[in-house]
């Protein structure tokens, strides 16, 4: 009948590499089932398989004797249902033995479906940078992105050089223009190098917005469209994780952070290259602090790349054991199990929050020295500037 077929079809058939649960007093359908529970007043009363439950004698096995008629059509159906398939030709039996293969061949264990969180070792390839770049309009953008930022830079220098020829030195220096024509190209330098940052933050937030547009919608194709089989061995937490927290990088944090490299990149080249020409001994001192900041760089970033992973899928388990907890909460109270839930979330709330402490550290870490270097940097091209004999540093530039 209908019961049968589906419980054949489906469960045995279609199901028959994934755990089900099902409840039913029909128990024509036991024989099958790996582990029963039997369940009276409430409890459970017997556990194990069919077989041995039905010799030890209980209640079970007037259970099973009221419903032998139903057994017996069980087993005339099986019967029946094999007869009529018997006769197959090779090719069926092929197929049928290719299939079966793999579960003999494979020593797999095939119990745990759902396997560990796999995260990355090592850097971060230039390629993973180029892919993202290229999200938005093929990273077209990008390479105008740090034309406007240069053409910042140079209208900046432009105009303290600007403010440094024309302003006489002495009261008696007569000055090479007029005033209102300082104030004039002053302004002018200001007004474009303000139309500079505007240009660069708008391509900055349309490039991001494009960027994690991509990605989000990427993802839940990806999602929507990938098979039963995926649902079944990825938890729910994981997904979240990426849909939220990844999400939410991708969104707020790597455009700005990308733009805040370059822009800081170029900074720095522009004050290097003035330092350099008011005073060119200063690159005795760059070249060994710039030293000291890549070996301090590549000390940390080992250290620093591993701890945001693992806190990248630390908190994968927490999110999903919360969702959990919370769509089960009517069944952990049925059963006083809030001490054991709450336990297990405060270790995993523990375990992410000392991997981001860790990583909070390396960073404090990591600062502490850079404007160590920084500062003795500065202290250091302040004496050459001020020990300089009178008449070699122009004051203007050295300012």
């Known amino acids: 009948h209908t019961g049968s077929h589906l419980f054949k079809e489906v469960l045995l058939g279609i199901l028959r590499y994934k755990t089900v649960i099902y409840v039913t007093h029909q128990v024509e359908f036991l024989p099958e089932a790996d582990l029963i529970l039997v369940m009276k007043d409430g409890k459970i009363t017997q556990a194990g398989k069919y077989n041995d439950i039905l010799d030890s004698g209980t209640d079970f096995m007037e259970l099973v004797g009221a419903h032998t008629d139903a057994l017996s059509n069980v087993d005339s159906y099986e019967t029946s249902n094999a007869l009529s398939e018997k006769p197959t030709t090779n090719q069926e039996k092929e197929v049928t033995n290719d299939e079966e293969k793999p579960e003999k061949d494979s020593g797999k264990p095939r119990g745990q479906l759902v396997q560990e969180e796999e995260r990355e070792k090592g850097k971060v390839g230039f390629t993973v940078y180029q892919k993202y770049m290229a999200l938005a309009y093929g990273g077209a953008v990008i390479p105008l992105i740090l034309l406007v930022q240069i053409l910042f830079q140079v209208l900046s220098i432009g105009s303290n050089y600007w403010m440094t020829w024309v302003t006489p030195v002495s009261k008696d220096v007569e000055p090479p223009v007029s005033g209102f024509t300082l104030i004039l190209v002053y302004v002018a330098l200001a007004i474009a190098s ?56 991708a969104d707020l944090r790597l455009p700005g952070q990308f733009a805040y490299v370059a822009i800081a990149s170029i900074n720095i080249l522009g004050i290097i290259g003035v330092m350099v020409q008011v ?20 000390y940390y970033i080992s250290a620093a790349r591993e701890l945001a992973r693992l806190a990248g899928i630390s908190r994968s388990p927490l999110v999903h054991h919360f969702s959990e907890t919370l769509s089960g909460i009517t069944t952990i109270r049925s059963f006083d199990q809030e001490p054991r839930f709450h336990g297990d979330i405060m270790r995993l709330s523990d375990r992410l929050s000392r991997l981001r402490f860790y990583s909070i550290g390396a960073m404090e870490w990591l600062c502490f020295r850079m404007e160590l270097l920084s500062t003795m940097a500065f202290a250091i091209s302040l004496v050459i500037l001020v020990s300089a004999p009178e008449g070699v540093i122009n004051p203007s530039f050295a300012g």
Not at 279 to 295: G, S
């Open 194 to 249: 303000s139309f500079c940052i505007l240009v660069r933050a708008l391509l900055v937030a349309m490039t991001g917005l494009k960027m994690a547009t991509e990605l989000f919608t990427q993802m839940h194709l990806r999602i929507f469209r990938a098979s039963m089989s995926f649902f079944d061995a990825t938890p729910t937490g994981r997904i979240l994780n990426r849909a939220s927290t990844d999400q939410s990088v």
């Open 279 to 298: 005073a060119w001994q200063v690159l005795f001192i760059f070249i060994p602090v710039v030293a000291a900041c890549a070996w301090y760089r590549q």
